[in-house]
């Protein structure tokens, strides 16, 4: 079974700051890792995702990953915060296959403070 | 290209009515997901269905939900005799058909907001 741990139900950094959201993951087959964002009263919008080859993976709005299979790791991370980087971020786990359901983490809410 | 669209985006309902939850993929796309969001939690999957079919309903609750995806139409989520438990946000996703390899992305709706009085 998979499952993913963010740490951090709620993570506040201010303007132009690093941000840094942890997410770990279980799983017993090589998976595929996302990042997710959500503004209040939306959908999930998809802001990347490490499926083969390069680790270092790169989204949109500045915002990057890192799968590390040693720590089972896949956090996110931006250089500098913006005010409208405000949100809910999910990390998301799904077996290395075509069409499987995702798992996600509880979440991370993320403020930004000017 | 419309996005995954669904409606209502909210709907209220008392304990013991019938809620529908219609979800319309993308078009082009074959295969639908529905998940549940809780306050305070993050999305569970509930039912995954391709055309006329239930390919995997392990998230579902084992009474008063069920879910469909006819040959014609959007996919349905019925969940009779609402209980305020039931108050959750609803996301239906799609995804295109089957690749021989790689990930096919799930494209997520807006969700319909449900809340049981």
């Known amino acids: 079974a998979q499952s993913v741990t963010q740490l951090g139900s709620h993570v506040s950094v201010s303007e132009g700051a690093l941000v840094l959201l942890r997410c770990n993951y279980s799983s017993s087959v090589p998976p595929y890792l996302f990042w997710y964002v959500q503004y209040p009263n939306q959908g999930l919008q998809l802001l990347l995702k490490?499926?083969?080859?390069?680790?270092l993976v790169k989204g949109i709005n500045g915002f990057e990953a890192e799968f590390k299979k040693s720590e089972t790791s896949f956090h996110l991370t931006k250089p500098s915060a913006h005010m409208s980087d405000a949100a809910e971020y999910f990390c998301a786990v799904s077996e290395n296959s075509g069409n499987t359901p995702l798992v996600f983490g509880k979440g991370t809410r993320l403020s930004v403070i000017a | 290209n419309a996005g995954v669209m669904q409606n209502p985006r909210h709907l209220v309902r008392r304990r013991g009515q019938e809620a529908r939850l219609r979800c319309s993929p993308m078009k082009g796309h074959s295969h639908v997901y529905w998940y549940r969001q809780l306050p305070e939690e993050g999305l569970k999957f509930m039912v995954y269905l391709q055309k006329e079919n239930i390919i995997d309903e392990s998230g579902m609750p084992k009474e008063r939900f069920s879910a469909e995806f006819p040959k014609e139409g959007p996919s349905i989520l019925r969940i009779q005799q609402v209980v305020r438990g039931d108050s959750a946000a609803y996301f239906c996703?799609?995804?295109?058909?089957?690749?021989?390899?790689?990930?096919?992305?799930?494209?997520f709706g807006p969700g319909t907001r449900l809340t049981v009085l």
């Open positions: 490490y499926t083969t080859g390069a680790t």
């Open positions: 996703a799609s995804s295109p058909p089957e690749r021989t390899s790689g990930y096919n992305e799930q494209f």
